[in-house]
Every structure is written in structure tokens, then in C-alpha cells.
């Protein structure tokens, strides 16, 4: 490879990680770093159990959907659609976490630069 191209390809992913490192965490008056992490934990682990429960009947027919589609037009559609329920769930997982956090007294507050 070039070594512009390397180099190119290098900035490109610095950029990405820079992209995806997160701006704001939990906080909450009194509460350390190790207590807050393990509640973020648990809410995670309730997040995602709620956000499964809530899809489970969508998901499995949409797999079913695809598993029987005869076609490559329908088994594509399927698939998208799939796709399209996993990230909903993701969201949904996301959202009962946060409002877990909220609950427990937390707030999102910025990280310094």
C-alpha cells in the first residue's frame, strides 16, 4: 500500500474512534465511580431485558418471515427488516436504561474537553 494511502487510511480511523468516544456520563451527588458503574450495569441488564421482552412476538415473526421467504427480493426484504428491529430494540434497550439511571438519581453530565 502507498504510503499515502496509509496514512490516509490512519486519519480516517483516528477520526472514527474520535467520533465514537463518548461526550457525557453518569453522575450523581455522593455517588462514586464504582457504585455508579455497577448501577449502570444493572440498568443495562434491565434495559435490555425489557427492550426484549417488548419485541419478542415482532422478532420472531419477522424471522420467521425470513427463514420461509421463497425469494431473493423477499428474503432480502425480511433481512432489512430485521435489521430495522434490532436496532429498534437497540434504542428501546438504550431508553429503559436511561430512564432506569434517571430513577436511581443519576444525571448525564458532560465530560470535560
Known amino acids: 500500500m502507498p504510503r499515502t494511502t496509509t496514512t490516509v487510511a490512519a486519519l480516517l480511523v483516528a477520526f472514527v474512534l474520535g467520533a465514537c468516544a463518548p461526550t457525557h456520563e453518569w453522575a450523581s451527588p455522593g455517588i462514586g465511580a464504582s457504585a455508579r458503574d455497577a448501577d449502570l450495569r444493572q440498568c443495562m441488564s434491565i434495559g435490555a431485558g425489557m427492550a426484549a421482552e417488548s419485541s419478542w412476538h415482532e422478532r420472531r415473526r419477522v424471522e420467521r418471515d425470513a427463514w ?46
Not at 73 to 102: G, I, K, T
Request: net charge positive.
Open 68 to 113: 420461509f421467504a421463497r425469494t431473493r427480493p423477499d428474503r432480502a426484504f425480511a433481512n432489512a427488516r430485521l435489521h430495522q428491529l434490532q436496532m429498534l430494540e437497540s434504542l428501546d434497550r438504550q431508553r429503559h436504561a436511561d430512564a432506569c439511571m434517571a430513577a436511581r438519581g443519576y444525571r448525564l453530565v458532560p465530560l470535560d474537553p
